[in-house]
């Protein structure tokens, strides 16, 4: 998430698995989805089922013939939750749809009313600037900034840990609930840079505030026992379901807090000290992601279908 300095700024545009191949098993002539085994005359050859059981698959009780018969699982290459690569997505075709599309101008117009500026609530500037959208954009501008990003690289980073840290989250909340907990870590996260830079001109946009969220309320489970990152970790889906730690639990959770601590820190120095960081013309709205990632910590239990 990024700040732009100045409006000529604006102008700037810019596992699953893989096929788990099994050996191909030979199968009674019909029963082609029973369990792999061969039938040799009355007797059965292999680890499973019996030749009754080859007899009864086969018509008028005779064997057919064994053919090889090869069996895959086949997964998509990317494994996301819907609901995630539908915002991805929406995310990506915005800015093509501003990079390939819009012409220079009409590009600053939809920055201004979709972008969130602090400036549009202090009356006396909003009324001087003319910001487009009224009232209406006051408010829709507390969502829409997070999906419109400064270049590639701002859009890739985002995406990239949207889909690695919601992608959890949303296997656990399902799919309404991840969009309003989208919206819910967007708009906090744009009230905190609010109220961190006051009547501020320079447009707030991208995605990491939400982004920021998931990353927090991924945290509260992933690492737990069970869990998808934790000491016994599986590839269930009951993983995703594993009890969240509480607040208390979470202070005391040495991976959990050294992870916040490095998260909190890079913050810090690429935004409030502003170090350069690829993706980003302008200043790190480094407020809006800690309005986030507090939002999603402390506001997850609201959103999680698993009893405490």
Same mark, same amino acid.
């Given at each position: 998430?990024?700040?732009?300095?100045?409006?000529?700024?604006?102008?700037?545009?810019?596992?699953?698995?893989?096929?788990?191949?099994?050996?191909?098993?030979?199968?009674?002539?019909?029963?082609?989805?029973?369990?792999?085994?061969?039938?040799?005359?009355?007797?059965?050859?292999?680890?499973?089922?019996?030749?009754?059981?080859?007899?009864?698959?086969?018509?008028?009780?005779?064997?057919?013939?064994?053919?090889?018969?090869?069996?895959?699982?086949?997964?998509?290459?990317?494994?996301?939750?819907?609901?995630?690569?539908?915002?991805?997505?929406?995310?990506?075709?915005?800015?093509?749809?501003?990079?390939?599309?819009?012409?220079?101008?009409?590009?600053?117009?939809?920055?201004?009313?979709?972008?969130?500026?602090?400036?549009?609530?202090?009356?006396?500037?909003?009324?001087?600037?003319?910001?487009?959208?009224?009232?209406?954009?006051?408010?829709?501008?507390?969502?829409?900034?997070?999906?419109?990003?400064?270049?590639?690289?701002?859009?890739? *980073?985002?995406? +990239?840990?949207? &889909? $690695? %840290? !919601?992608?959890?989250?949303?296997?656990?909340? =399902?799919?309404?609930?991840?969009? #309003?907990?989208?919206?819910?870590?967007?708009?906090?996260?744009?009230?905190?840079?609010?109220?961190?830079?006051?009547?501020?001109?320079?447009?707030?946009?991208?995605?990491?505030?939400?982004?920021?969220?998931?990353?927090?309320?991924?945290?509260?489970?992933?690492?737990?026992?069970?869990?998808?990152?934790?000491?016994?970790?599986?590839?269930?889906?009951?993983?995703?379901?594993?009890?969240?730690?509480?607040?208390?639990?979470?202070?005391?959770?040495?991976?959990?807090?050294?992870?916040?601590? *490095?998260?909190? +820190?890079?913050? &810090? $120095? %690429? !935004?409030?000290?502003?170090?350069?960081?690829? =993706?980003?013309?302008?200043?790190? #709205?480094?407020?809006?992601?800690?309005?986030?990632?507090?939002?999603?910590?402390?506001?997850?239990?609201?959103?999680?279908?698993?009893?405490?």
């Amino acid at each position: 998430m990024v700040t732009w300095p100045s409006q000529a700024a604006c102008r700037l545009r810019g596992f699953g698995r893989g096929e788990i191949a099994r050996s191909p098993p030979l199968f009674c002539g019909t029963a082609r989805h029973r369990p792999a085994f061969r039938c040799a005359g009355s007797r059965l050859e292999g680890p499973i089922g019996s030749s009754e059981a080859c007899k009864a698959a086969a018509p008028s009780g005779r064997l057919g013939r064994r053919k090889p018969l090869h069996l895959s699982q086949r997964e998509p290459i990317l494994n996301i939750p819907g609901v995630i690569a539908v915002l991805a997505g929406v995310m990506i075709l915005v800015h093509c749809w501003r990079v390939f599309v819009l012409d220079p101008e009409t590009d600053i117009q939809v920055l201004l009313t979709f972008a969130f500026i602090p400036a549009r609530f202090e009356r006396s500037l909003a009324a001087s600037w003319g910001f487009p959208g009224g009232i209406a954009a006051d408010i829709w501008s507390f969502v829409t900034y997070a999906f419109l990003h400064a270049d590639w690289t701002h859009l890739g *980073v985002n995406v +990239l840990w949207f &889909v $690695v %840290f !919601g992608s959890p989250v949303a296997r656990r909340f =399902g799919t309404l609930r991840s969009l #309003a907990f989208f919206v819910v870590t967007a708009a906090i996260g744009a009230a905190a840079h609010l109220a961190a830079n006051g009547a501020e001109l320079a447009p707030m946009i991208g995605a990491s505030a939400a982004v920021s969220g998931f990353t927090a309320a991924a945290v509260r489970f992933v690492f737990q026992s069970g869990g998808p990152l934790g000491p016994m970790r599986s590839a269930h889906p009951d993983a995703y379901h594993v009890p969240a730690l509480s607040l208390p639990d979470l202070v005391r959770n040495g991976t959990v807090m050294g992870m916040i601590t *490095v998260w909190i +820190l890079l913050n &810090v $120095v %690429f !935004g409030a000290v502003s170090l350069p960081i690829p =993706g980003a013309e302008g200043q790190i #709205a480094w407020q809006a992601h800690l309005g986030g990632f507090v939002a999603g910590l402390v506001l997850f239990r609201l959103f999680d279908p698993v009893a405490a």
